[in-house]
């Protein structure tokens, strides 16, 4: 996992499916993570605008194909960047509990807890990636997956179980790509 400002929650979830978590600092090379020989690789959630870590987009662009990955919050903007996708700052950010987020799959609508001050812009998004999830607040991409590899993510905190842990399947989502 790499740590971003991973909440101590976060590492509990991915725990809680019987999974041995190391947590690497988020300054450390694709190549560092690759020489551990993961099963899959965790972006964490953290602070600010994604495009003031261009060292992790580029991590992240590396370990693309390599390992399934699941980013949460920022990881998901770092995964959309390394994608080939562009974020921008919302007028307003979301913060707090309580945002509903459509799953388009199944058009099942999840309440979410969000705090995040950008986004991944729409107008951006390369062939590669296709959107999950949209918050029917702003209509703003709440989540993708890559189509050619195993990678997807969420804008959103799914550990924190807003609602009755209506995004906890994410996690196990995650596992079974690993397991692949």
Known sequence: AYDFGIKLN?????????????VVPASTPAADVLALSPDGVFLSNGPGDPAAVPYAVAAVRELIGQVPIFGICLGHQLLSLASGAK???LKFGHRGANHPVQRLRDSVVEITSQ?????????TLPDCLEVTHRSLNDDT???VRRRD???????YHPEA???PHDSHYLFEDFL?????
């Open 115 to 123: 705090n995040h001050g950008f986004a991944v812009d729409e107008e």
């Open 87 to 89: 974020t921008f700052k």
């Open 141 to 143: 991409i709440e989540g």
């Open 149 to 155: 590899v195993e990678a997807f993510s969420v804008q």
């Open 161 to 163: 179980s807003a609602g």
């Open 10 to 22: 976060i590492l509990r979830r991915l725990v809680a499916t019987g999974t041995r978590v190391t």
């Open 176 to 180: 079974e790509l690993v397991r692949r």
